[in-house]
């Protein structure tokens, strides 16, 4: 749930918060058959497009290590958001494989409730790449 100020327009059925908009770029990241390329294929490609990201203050210092985090994570999520769309290869062992992975995941990059006068919100307390993929 996303809280809203007093006064604030609220959020209609499709209307695309900030928060699905990371997530969708994220994912949205792999190679595929329509000539996009990996952007997550080593550490220097990883940095270069958090450094695009506003989202995440620039963070530019990654390693091949986190490239290849950043890939298990964005095929969980593809596999989970495909689940959900009523992809059949999605279902049984695949996704219960990208479940798992997604609470691995969600135990070492946690989030903290921060709130305030303005609303409450799900942030990462960790720093540099462990926060990337705790927002994510």
């Known amino acids: 749930m996303i809280a809203t100020p007093a006064g604030s327009p609220k959020a209609g ?3 695309v918060t900030p928060t699905v908009e990371t997530v969708l770029g994220f994912v949205n990241t792999r190679a595929d058959g329509s000539g996009r390329r990996e952007l997550f294929g080593d550490g220097e490609s990883f940095a270069a497009w958090l450094a695009e990201r506003e989202e ?3 963070e530019t210092v990654a ?3 986190d490239a290849a985090v950043a890939r298990e994570l964005r095929d969980a999520l593809v596999t989970v958001l495909l689940a959900h ?5 999605s ?4 996704l219960l ?3 798992r992975h997604l609470r691995r995941v969600g135990s070492l990059y ?4 921060v709130v305030t ?3 409450v919100e799900l942030a990462s307390p960790q720093t540099g790449v462990p926060r990337v993929f705790g927002t994510v």
């Open 85 to 89: 769309s009523g992809d059949e290869e």
């Open 91 to 94: 279902l049984g062992e695949p």
């Open 63 to 65: 390693t091949d290590a």
């Open 117 to 119: 006068a303005g609303g």
């Open 13 to 15: 059925p499709r209307t």
């Open 110 to 113: 946690p989030l903290a409730t």
């Open 97 to 99: 494989r990208a479940e």
């Open 56 to 58: 995440f203050n620039g």
